[in-house]
């Protein structure tokens, strides 16, 4: 019981020790801990201060002006544009043009010259260099316009093909379930033959009862007379024994 007690205190006193430790611990962690929030606080206003810390502003970007423009309409007379570019007329015309300005420029007088040649037509060159510059976004152009005419007629003639599988299905499927009833019904050569039997057996029946019918019209010899003569022989007796109300022998 001794030893017992010993380590029931020994336990005690190693509790009390180590609750007084984390007292101690937890009131010199506290001020530490304050004195750094004063130092952050302190050094905070000194960059505010001095403006070296500054707040956040929200990013404001520039946006060029939208011009009001019908992007369809743009988008058609560009096609247009693009797809005359294409054309043998344009090049016919082109041709006339260039042709004209470079006999004008070189055979007229220097004074009636507006792209001299001593200068390399350099307005023709800039004129030539425009115009392939602007061709080449107007073919860009022409070309997604019509990406994008393909892909709709892509989709719609992927969503017609779609109708037209479903539509097949359907008629597939009705047409299995007529050819199903057809086979339950009854058939036109069948039905000939189980009118024909039972028309047989109707005759069959009118036959036996008129044959029946006769048969019950014919007298039955055994209910004639025993006398050994007929009933006209009887009459023409009677005929002769009574003759106005005299007899004869």
Known sequence: MDREERASRLRELRERRARRQAAGEGSTTRPRTAAAKTGTLKTVDRLESSGGLSTPQTSQRRRLPRVGMDSEAFGRASEAFARFMGTPQFLLYMTLFVGAWLAWNTFMPVSAQFDPRELNYTLLTLILSLQASYAAP????????????????IEQDRARDERNLADTEYITREVASLRLTVGEMASRDFV??????????????????????????????????????????????????????????
Request: aromatic share 2%; glycine share 6%.
């Open 192 to 249: 000939r033959s189980e009118l024909r039997d039972l028309l047989e057996d109707l005759l069959e029946e009118l036959d036996e009862r008129q044959h029946d019918r006769e048969q019950g019209e014919q007298p039955d010899p055994r209910d004639e007379p025993d006398d050994g003569c007929s009933p006209s022989r009887a009459g023409a007796t009677r005929h002769r024994t009574y003759d106005g109300g005299h007899a004869h022998p």
């Open 138 to 153: 107007l073919i860009l152009l022409a070309q997604n316009r019509q990406d994008d005419r393909d892909r709709v007629s």
